[in-house]
């Protein structure tokens, strides 16, 4: 077993006696495109007849050389030769021996296969053609196996003549040493067939043995590129269109058997080896076995197995060494084959499928073993696949295959199905295999549960046939809009009793073999399936009237029985049934209260949904008072919820405990979506301004001159204009109405997560003790204090949309309406003229009317939002400052020192979050301070690094030798280890020597 076994399904017209097997049933051992079912069965007789030669028969024994005496009459075997027609030989026939009365067959008294109805084989054997005077005669083994293989006299005659040639002085040949096809090649002459189209037929047979055993199916694998396997494919080929030439002389006879040795004369590596492979390559190999057990078989009684079955099965173990066969895959062999046999002559023998059963206990035992072969695990696994999936088509749909008459039938597919899944799932995933057997599932399942599958399958199978039949229902059991409801319950009731019974009388006595309760668990199926109806039926009901009173009066009886019947099959249960009873989903509503209930809540939630549609189109974002600085809609949706809630428990009933989390969940909604409603602000990048083209800062651009008479004018600050620095003693916030609107949002979603928390508690209170979590929840969600097991995603959502509100809130608040005071004015011509204080009093003046809007709970975090923006917007002056902005060296201590005075500002924050916030700019502004050489130093090499360049050296001025400085990618990611980083504070340096080395290196435009 060379080859990958493959599940695909064997071509029926090449390989199945019976073409119409193909609908039913599927191979498991491969295809075999090129051979047909003659040609297996041939060179299967042949191999067989080789193997057998020093049987008595066959010609060996000391009565019966070997030898070839041919026939008066080489007419081939017709159906004649069962009732004496014909012969199978003359005078020098061989002969079993004296007294040949059959024994009792010990295989199929094992089997539990009946005894033959007809007479035996070997009283088949009459006068032959050319004695006519002769009495009977006993057949031989080999006479019977020939007329069960369907090969002919002269066939035979020609297989005998061949082995003698072969055999002269080596009758100690091994069998499996023997290429058979290669040495009936050379020993065979078109002389000896009956004509030229025999010959061509019979010698193209060959070749396609020899090219299937050796390069399509070889024991070990080939290489296509091989020598060998190149000539051998070319002569089979060349074969194809006309004989080739056998003859001594012949040069392709010699290519042929000198690339037949080499390729079954081999070892796994491609070296010589003594061991022969040449028949034993999966799947052929188990093809021709099949072939010959196939025999077994009385073709004039195709049910019958031969009485001499167990000499021919002996016979049969001769050919193991050649087909690579050993007792484990024979044993598996012998189940498919009884099955496939059983199912080939329309399942009308049982005796068949018990034989399979009995020889699947073999196949367990083998299964059992350790360290088993790859290769065994994947053939058996293959054959146990596809006999399950045979069964369980049947099984779990009993009810339409079976009836009271064949449970019988049923028993042992029943049993074939329980022991393939038994094998797959207990024994072969031992072998660390895991296999799929039926719709998905894992064979891994004990028998009984297996069973209480099939019960529960067949159980829906038969109430949704009851309800396609009786009561115009689709195969999803909803009720159609045009029937009459309560007509169809009524009937249905009664007809789900009708099933109950039949299964409990018919079914369970066979099912009770491998389930302990068989009937409780189909009356568990049973009840299910009709409160799926009753279910859909009861939601479509809006007030209590008789026809409901009626069919409620129907399911009640229903109900009793089956309960009675379950709790009389589980008596001798140490509970007596009751947990079983548990199982099933009573049948107790109060219809009309509960859809009442139900289509009051789903009014109410109407509304709320109602009111969140036109919050949507009119919410403005005003506070309500200074007292209550959140949104109007949010006060009104959260009142609206909590009536609803106090009115729902206000309702004395006991089904409104079940419904909680059903309102719950419909809260949940409408919060949801009203969070994500707040949060619906925008993103904080399209305040961001985008970054400038970077330029160099050359000493004589109109900016430089600019700056230098600019420099010259005493009293400009950060707002200066042509007069002089204006008054900033009453500078007033700059805080936008839209900034302020974030800031309303943020107070909103604080007002609904607390007033969420007091709403869960009312419900966990009222609900008579703590809920149950909704399915969707997770533990990860649950971060708001003791009890939130109801609102638990929206709180999670509001937090999220906290944190978002105040980034947006943060950028606006510092990139628009601060712009003017960072980006717009900060270090713009000069930086000793521009310098960041005036900007702070302005800021702090826009965070003290933050505090003065946000809630004490959304402070703390849109502050701090606020203060990474302004870091930000620091850098970028530093970083994307365009060309209206220079910096010295020496104003590196500058900047610093109003970069400090804005951390000072948000001291408030924790001296180590700013400090943490802070160390990006803080390292940029050292890099501000270091000397141009080091800058272009420190840029060129971590530029190259970046880039996987290396650098050999650098120059007096810290540029690399030898290699092209390649140009850093931005990543909008400061920090003073980023190369694009340093190349910005280059860009932005004011110096003669940072100017030459971007024109030398990167041509970067003049400022103009």
């Not at 024994?103 to 084989?121: C, D, E, Q, W």
């Not at 080739?244 to 590596?269: P, Y």
Request: hydrophobic fraction near 40%.
């Amino acid at each position: 077993m060379g080859r990958h076994p493959s599940l695909s399904s064997i071509s029926r017209s090449d390989t199945d006696p019976d073409p119409d097997c193909h609908a039913e049933l599927d191979c498991p051992f491969g295809r075999l495109d090129t051979l047909g079912r003659s040609d297996l069965r041939e060179t299967a007789y042949e191999i067989f007849f080789m193997s057998c030669r020093s049987s008595p028969g066959f010609g060996g024994g000391s009565r019966s050389p070997l030898n070839y005496l041919p026939s008066s009459s080489s007419s081939p075997w017709s159906a004649a030769a069962f009732d004496g027609g014909s012969g199978s030989g003359g005078e020098g026939s061989p002969k079993w021996g004296p007294g040949m009365s059959v024994p009792n067959s010990r295989i199929k008294k094992v089997l539990g296969l009946k005894a033959r109805r007809s007479s035996p084989m070997r009283t088949g054997m009459t006068r032959g053609l050319n004695s006519p005077g002769k009495l009977k005669r006993p057949m031989t083994s080999a006479e019977i196996m020939r007329l069960q293989m369907r090969v002919t006299e002269h066939s035979d005659h020609r297989l005998r003549k061949t082995l003698m040639r072969t055999l002269v002085g080596q009758m100690g040949r091994r069998a499996e040493t023997i290429i058979l096809p290669l040495e009936l090649l050379r020993q065979l002459k078109p002389s000896e067939f009956n004509d030229a189209r025999e010959y061509h037929q019979w010698q193209r047979r060959q070749l396609k043995i020899l090219e299937a055993t050796l390069l399509l199916y070889p024991s070990l694998p080939v290489d296509r590129q091989n020598p060998a396997a190149i000539r051998l494919l070319e002569i089979v080929r060349a074969g194809e269109i006309k004989p080739i030439d056998t003859s001594k002389n012949s040069e392709v006879m010699r290519n042929l058997c000198n690339s037949v040795v080499a390729l079954a004369w081999r070892s796994s590596g491609g070296a010589s080896t003594e061991v022969c492979h040449w028949a034993d390559g999966y799947p052929l190999n188990v093809h021709l076995y099949l072939a010959l057990l196939h025999s077994i078989f009385d073709l004039r009684e195709e049910t019958v197995v031969l009485d001499e079955v167990d000499e021919l099965v002996e016979l049969m173990k001769k050919t193991w060494p050649s087909l690579g066969i050993n007792r484990m895959i024979h044993n598996v062999c012998f189940a498919w084959l009884f099955f496939k046999h059983y199912i080939e002559t329309g399942q009308n023998e049982p005796d068949l499928m018990c034989a399979a059963v009995t020889m699947l206990t073999e196949v367990a035992n083998d299964a059992k073993k350790p360290d088993l072969e790859a290769n065994y695990v994947r053939l058996v696994s293959a054959v146990l696949v596809v006999m399950q999936r045979w069964a369980e088509r049947r099984v779990l749909d009993y009810h339409e295959c079976f009836d009271k008459e064949t449970t019988a039938s049923m028993e042992h597919i029943l049993s074939l199905a329980v022991s393939t899944a038994k094998i797959i799932g207990e024994d072969l995933c031992n072998s660390g295999m895991v296999f799929v057997i039926h719709d998905g599932e894992v064979g891994m399942n004990p028998s009984g549960n297996r069973v209480d599958y099939y019960i529960k399958s067949s159980i829906r199978s038969a109430f949704t046939k009851i309800l396609e039949n009786g009561a115009a229902l689709d195969e999803s059991m909803t009720i159609k809009a045009d029937d009459e409801p309560r007509n169809i319950l009524v009937q249905l009731a009664s007809d789900t009793e009708e099933l109950a019974v039949f299964e409990k009388d018919a079914f369970s006595p066979v099912l009770r073999k491998w389930h302990p309760l068989p009937t409780a668990a189909a009356m568990v199926a049973i009840h299910g399936c009709f409160g799926i109806v009753l279910k859909q039926y009861l939601a479509k009901v809006t007030s209590l009237t008789t026809e409901l009173v009626r069919v409620l009066q129907s399911a009640g009886k229903l109900e009793k029985l089956l309960v009675q019947m379950l709790m009389e099959d589980s008596a001798d249960c140490e509970d007596g049934g009751k947990e079983i009873v548990r199982q099933m989903v009573a049948y107790e509503v109060d219809s009309v209260v509960a859809n009442l209930l139900k289509n009051w809540m789903e009014e109410r939630l109407s509304m709320g949904k109602e009111f969140l549609n036109r919050a949507k189109e009119t919410e403005t974002w005003m506070p309500r008072s200074k007292k209550e600085p959140y949104a109007q809609s949010a006060v009104d949706l959260m009142k609206l919820a909590k009536v609803t809630v106090d009115e729902f428990f206000e309702i004395p009933l006991g089904v409104r405990d079940a419904m909680v989390q059903d309102l719950a969940d419909g809260l949940q909604t409408i919060f949801q979506e009203y969070t994500e409603f707040i949060g619906a602000c925008g993103i904080k990048q399209r305040y961001v301004p985008s970054l400038p083209p970077l330029t160099r800062c050359n000493q004589d651009s109109k900016f430089i001159k600019l700056w230098k008479k600019t420099a010259c004018r005493a009293g400009a600050g950060l707002l200066h204009g042509e007069d002089g620095p204006i008054n900033t003693g009453h500078q007033r916030p700059s805080t936008s109405r839209g900034t302020q609107r974030l800031y309303i949002r943020l107070n909103t979603l604080h007002f609904l997560i607390a007033n969420l928390h007091a709403l869960d508690k009312s419900l966990a209170f009222f609900s008579r003790g703590s809920p149950s979590p909704s399915p969707r929840l997770g533990s990860s969600n649950r971060r708001f204090g003791a009890t939130s097991s109801h609102f638990d995603p929206v709180l999670s959502s509001a937090q999220y949309a906290i944190q978002y509100v105040s980034e947006v809130a943060a950028y606006r608040l510092i990139f628009l309406d601060s712009r003017h005071l960072f980006y717009d004015g900060l270090y713009v011509h000069s930086v000793a003229e521009a310098r960041m204080r005036p900007g702070l009093r302005i800021l702090k003046h826009n965070l003290t009317l933050l505090a003065s809007i946000v809630t004490e709970r959304a402070h703390p975090l849109v502050l701090k939002e606020v203060m990474k923006a302004s870091f930000e917007a620091f850098l970028m002056v530093l970083l994307a400052g365009g060309s209206e902005r220079a910096f010295a060296r020496e104003d590196s201590e500058t900047v610093l020192d109003d970069f400090r005075g804005l951390k000072r500002v948000f001291s408030t924050c924790g001296e180590e979050e700013v400090g943490r916030e802070g160390e990006v700019v803080e390292g940029i502004v050292t890099l501000m301070g270091l000397p141009t050489e080091r800058l272009i130093e420190d840029f060129s090499i971590a530029a190259c690094e970046a880039s996987g360049v290396s650098v050999t050296g650098v120059s007096g001025d810290g540029v690399p030798v030898g290699t092209k400085v390649p140009m850093p990618p931005t990543t909008g990611r400061w920090n003073r280890a980023d190369p694009n980083t340093v190349l910005r504070v280059l860009c932005h340096r004011d110096d003669e020597l940072a100017n030459q080395f971007l024109k030398r290196t990167f041509d970067l435009a003049k400022r103009r």
